[in-house]
């Protein structure tokens, strides 16, 4: 079956640092990619997106590029701020069998002033 | 635009009692999705639904968990009877039948005593 697996947190950071969260999947097909994001006390919510091979997804300085060869879709931003803390969960939905999706276990993210 | 709404936002049981969820999609999404979250992992999907009807149901539980979806718009989700390990935060998200796209509400905190 289809996997996503995470690089283990929490993440700590001081404000400006550079972040990277990997990301790497297991899948059948060519899913679409996503990350989203979970603020403390609020859902889930989209952060990006890619739905082919080389495409990169990027949303409020967050970048993540969609790389088949190294089935990987690792999130960065070159400038956290203290408002970024927060869990990240990166996802995979196959273009087929009505778009099943599989999460990641999530990585916690702190970012301190 | 009016988000997914769920409730209630929390609910305490013990265990061998039954408790039902319910979800109201966003308006014109086709397609419901049930999750669990279990504390310190991703969402992982119960149910999805098109319309009313049952696309993907292989991780539901079905000795205990089950799920409608009365007029392709709002949802329940019930456990009967409830486990121990059922404690988690059941999610509800909706998208458009042609995007896979999610918007989650804001989940249900169930506690199984």
């Known amino acids: 079956g289809n996997s996503v697996t995470q690089m283990e947190g929490p993440v700590t950071l001081s404000e400006e640092a550079f972040l990277t969260i990997n990301c790497t999947y297991t899948a059948t097909g060519y899913p679409s990619l996503f990350w989203y994001v979970q603020y403390p006390g609020e859902g889930l919510q989209l952060l990006l997106k890619a739905t082919k091979a080389d495409d990169k997804g990027s949303n409020k300085g967050f970048e993540a590029t969609y790389r088949k060869e190294t089935t990987s879709f690792h999130l960065e931003k070159g400038s956290v701020q203290v408002s970024d803390s927060a869990v990240y969960f990166c996802a995979l939905s196959e273009n087929t069998n009505a778009g099943k999706s599989t999460f990641g276990d999530g990585t916690t993210l702190t970012v301190k002033p | 635009e009016a988000g997914v709404a769920q409730s209630p936002r929390y609910k305490i049981i013990e265990k061998r009692q039954s408790v039902a969820f319910w979800c109201n999609p966003i308006?014109?999404?086709?397609?419901l999705y049930w999750y669990q979250q279990i504390l310190g992992q991703g969402p992982k999907l119960l149910i999805q639904?098109?319309?009313?009807?049952?696309?993907?149901d292989s991780q539901l539980p079905k000795d205990r968990f089950s799920a409608e979806r009365l007029k392709g718009v709002d949802s329940t989700l019930k456990i009967q009877p409830a486990k121990l390990e059922d404690s988690a935060v059941y999610l509800c998200?909706?998208?458009?039948?042609?995007?896979?796209?999610?918007?989650f509400g804001p989940g249900t905190r169930l506690t199984v005593l």
């Open positions: 998200a909706s998208s458009f039948m042609t995007s896979n796209e999610q918007f």
């Open positions: 639904f098109q319309n009313n009807g049952v696309v993907d």
């Open positions: 308006s014109g999404h086709a397609t």
